[in-house]
């Protein structure tokens, strides 16, 4: 397991300062990433009791595209399996579409929204894996070069998809694998255990059991990338230190980076943008080495890094 503990390797990190409570109210400012997600091509990817779900598609310019197929970065939002919005990794999308990959950002099922729980969002991540897997050809994309992004609960959903069998959606095509063929992850659910976050979203233990990824490890996982902040208040940081010192055991790839003294969402660009930086340098670093994108000198990670 590889563990940079204080991100000396990346950058300092400055904290965001909020406004004094005294301050008199402000207009609202403008969502930027909910305005990024109007730049995407929408496609269904999937209807689950009446209700579609869309993948937002960003496509590389020309210039940027490999003259192979593309390799594919497949995000899922944030949640406690509770609420979330899509448009949270849209920055993220759009700064990897510009290294050459198709970037897709997928809405699943959350309670708010769906009255679902955490198995219907683990089994949206699986169909969301086949269906790029089912139209690979048409998107131009490389099916055995997907990495799987997630944050908390959508990180939760994604790593499921390769280390768990089963949470299947009834009558999909399960002789095509849903397993991505890389892993990243921003503060986790992986342990669903009492100790750990989300043991009250299952419907009996049974579930939260066959859930829990820390029980799931196992040889020949893909390689992963973890970024967990050391105070994360809602989803335990002791769970991605144990989780990765676990998967490293047993002899897979895992890089688990910790932010000290930062707590959960650390990374959302709209709450920081230094830190939003620094986790996409890690990031692209992270696809570098295991050869989902070429180096790129003057990709740039600065202010004209993404255009907003």
């Known amino acids: 397991m590889e563990i940079l503990e204080n991100l000396d390797a990346y950058t300092d990190l400055t904290s965001t300062m909020l406004p004094p409570d005294d301050h008199p109210p402000r207009s609202l ?6 305005e990024l997600l109007k730049t995407a091509r929408e ?15 960003w496509e590389p310019e020309p210039a940027k595209a490999p003259p ?32 050459g990959m198709t970037t897709v950002a997928f809405e699943y099922r959350v309670s708010a929204r769906h009255g679902t729980g ?5 089994a949206d991540a699986r169909s969301a894996m086949r269906w790029l897997r089912m139209n690979a050809v048409e998107l131009g994309i490389n099916p055995g070069k997907i990495v799987g992004i997630g944050g908390s609960g959508g990180g939760h959903a994604i ?3 390769a280390m768990l069998d089963g949470f299947d959606q009834p009558g999909e095509d399960v002789s095509i694998g849903p397993a991505p063929n890389a892993i990243v992850l921003f503060n986790p659910i ?6 750990g976050f989300g043991f009250d979203r299952f419907a009996n233990a049974g579930e939260a059991k066959a859930a829990n990824l820390i029980r799931a490890i196992k040889r020949g996982l893909p390689p992963m990338l973890i970024m967990h ?15 990765a ?8 790839a895992c890089r688990l980076i910790e932010f000290e003294g930062h707590g959960h969402g650390f990374f959302n660009f709209n709450l920081s943008f230094e830190r939003y930086e620094v986790t996409l340098m890690a990031m692209d670093e992270f696809l570098v080495e295991i050869g989902f994108i070429e180096p790129d000198p003057d990709a740039g990670l600065g202010e004209e890094g993404v255009i907003l």
């Open 43 to 57: 496609e269904v990817y999937k209807v689950a009791d009446g209700v579609q779900l869309v993948a937002y598609v």
């Open 245 to 252: 010192r676990k998967v490293s055991k047993k002899k897979n």
């Open 229 to 243: 902040g050391t105070a994360d208040r809602v989803v335990p940081f002791a769970g991605s230190w144990e989780f």
């Open 118 to 122: 955490p198995l219907e969002a683990m």
């Open 68 to 99: 192979y197929p593309k390799s594919v970065g497949a995000f899922f939002f944030s949640s406690g399996w509770d609420n979330g919005q899509v448009s949270q990794f849209a920055p993220h999308c759009v700064y990897f579409a510009s290294r």
């Open 159 to 161: 790593a499921a998809a």
């Open 190 to 195: 992986l342990d669903t255990s009492k100790s």
């Open 29 to 34: 400012p403008v969502d930027r990433t909910r």
